[in-house]
């Protein structure tokens, strides 16, 4: 089982950047594919990106594409979501999720754990 605990949302100016963290409990962490949502007021959640065990491959949804990147460190049992040229529409709180299947999805439902999530406000 894993825990995890997302950091590093706040208050950003439209075409700022910010960093986000996700930070998982336990020693195998490297043994999870982790991804990225997000859910605005009023808003479905939606998948933001992915990367697999090792980090060898990411995905992202075309909405944040050349904009996000995903990156993790397993040493540290920590991943990241660099978030650059950020829009107002990317005002969200953002999720971190993990699975044990090697493969990345963009399914919320293939996702076991969960973070509580982190905030994110862009002001135009």
């Known amino acids: 089982q894993v825990q995890l605990v997302e950091s590093g949302g706040g208050l950003v100016q439209a075409g700022g950047s910010l960093r986000l963290s996700c930070a998982a409990s336990?020693?195998?962490?490297?043994?999870?594919?982790v991804a990225w949502f997000r859910q605005a007021p009023g808003k479905e959640r939606e998948f933001v990106g992915t990367i697999r065990r090792n980090g060898d491959s990411t995905y992202y949804a075309d909405s944040v594409k050349g904009r996000f990147t995903i990156s993790r460190d397993n040493a540290k049992n920590t991943v990241y979501l660099q978030m650059n040229s950020l829009k107002p529409e990317d005002a969200a709180v953002y999720y971190c999720a993990a699975r044990g299947a090697a493969r990345s999805t963009d399914y919320q439902t293939s996702y076991d754990y969960w973070g509580q999530g982190t905030q994110v406000t862009v002001s135009s």
């Open positions: 336990g020693r195998t962490f490297s043994r999870y594919t």
